[in-house]
T-cell receptor, first 112, second 115 residues
Framework: GQQLNQSPQSMFIQEGEDVSMNCTSSSIFNTWLWYKQDPGEGPVLLIALYKAGELTSNGRLTAQFGITRKDSFLNISASIPSDVGIYFCAGQLPGGGNKLTFGTGTQLKVEL | EPEVTQTPSHQVTQMGQEVILRCVPISNHLYFYWYRQILGQKVEFLVSFYNNEISEKSEIFDDQFSVERPDGSNFTLKIRSTKLEDSAMYFC?????????????FGEGSRLTVL
């Protein structure tokens, strides 16, 4: 199946720092979505991207849909303790209908 | 804010038993999905459902699995004869539209433990 690789796999940062993570694939995607998952809970949608080159913000979060349509990044500015969790990218393939392919996840830990 | 709700939150069952996981999607959504997540791994697609039929399924969704929308609000996943490797979190999701532009909203999940 399609593989979405996320990096870094995990990161440990200081409160107040900016965070950057990305997602890459060998395949082209029509849509990129970023989700956050807290332990024992379901993924919560953070940002949705629909066009190549699109840059979208949601509060302290900013995400971009790569020009090649094979990658996306997510930035979190001025991290706070509640940013802790696992961040997943997810994409929808051309002709893939509504199925989401999830990335491998980036675990974020914030040090006070 | 509308949300996807799932029951039970946790089910423990013996291998070979049938399990039904229930979901109430967001009320104006048209597309429904089941995903699963084995502990510590990524979320994997199982099946999508639209207009009372399966629109797509993965290789994981074999003959042991079935889905149903028994009424206007519930969406269920049945595992006919559970195996140890079916132990996972099962997430229901729904979206308004498809075609590469649909945002999926997930429930909090049902943890299935097969002994």
């Amino acid at each position: 199946g399609q593989q979405l690789n996320q990096s870094p796999q995990s990161m440990f940062i200081q409160e107040g720092e900016d965070v950057s993570m990305n997602c890459t694939s060998s395949s082209i995607f029509n849509t990129w979505l970023w989700y956050k998952q807290d332990p024992g809970e379901g993924p919560v949608l953070l940002i949705a991207l629909y066009k190549a080159g699109e840059l979208t913000s949601n509060g302290r979060l900013t995400a971009q849909f790569g020009i090649t349509r094979k990658d996306s990044f997510l930035n979190i500015s001025a991290s706070i303790p509640s940013d802790v969790g696992i961040y997943f990218c997810a994409g929808q393939l051309p002709g893939g209908g509504n199925k989401l392919t999830f990335g491998t996840g980036t675990q974020l830990k914030v040090e006070l | 804010e509308p949300e996807v709700t799932q029951t039970p939150s946790h089910q423990v069952t013996q291998m070979g038993q049938e399990v039904i996981l229930r979901c109430v999607p967001i009320s104006n959504h048209l597309y429904f999905y089941w995903y699963r997540q084995i502990l510590g791994q990524k979320v994997e697609f199982l099946v999508s459902f639209y207009n009372n039929e399966i629109s797509e399924k993965s290789e994981i969704f074999d003959d042991q699995f079935s889905v149903e929308r028994p009424d206007g609000s519930n969406f269920t996943l049945k595992i006919r004869s559970t195996k140890l490797e079916d132990s996972a979190m099962y997430f229901c999701a729904s979206s308004v539209r498809t075609g590469g532009t649909g945002e999926l909203f997930f429930g909090e999940g049902s943890r299935l433990t097969v002994l």
